[in-house]
């Protein structure tokens, strides 16, 4: 069976907070709140109207629900100094990645992430980063996707 992929456009862009939130709350500790969506749709809709910026937004359709999305990845492209190997220092970056509860296992989230991959590669990206749960990691190790040992640290401004 052939997934059908599509990139993601301004009007999924109700499917895709939900989507995401979808994804925040399978997450340790995650605020439950929903109310950022309201202030967050705007902006998202007009990122999603950007056919050549730094963001895409991969989905697929939800077989039984139209209007429904089944999965949804989504990613940026950086900018860092080139360095041995990526001279040029376009980084992809894997952010968001969730399928609706009843559509997993059908293969979705790998074949949303292939077209992700894919935009990344067309995009001139030589490395592409991703922060996996331990459910996630064995899809993306199955994709070529290496752990690497050095840790995250974050500042919140």
Known sequence: MTISVRRATPEDAQEVLRLRQVM??????????????AESLPLLRAKLAEPRGSFAAFVVDHPQRPGALAALVAGTIDYRIGKAGDPHGTVGYVFSVATDPD????????ASMEALVEWFRERGARRVHLTASAQAEPLYVSMGFRPKPDPLLELFL
């Open 24 to 37: 925040i709350d399978s997450m340790a500790g995650a605020d439950p709140s929903v109310a950022w969506h």
């Open 103 to 110: 559509a997993r296992r059908r293969g979705y989230a790998r």
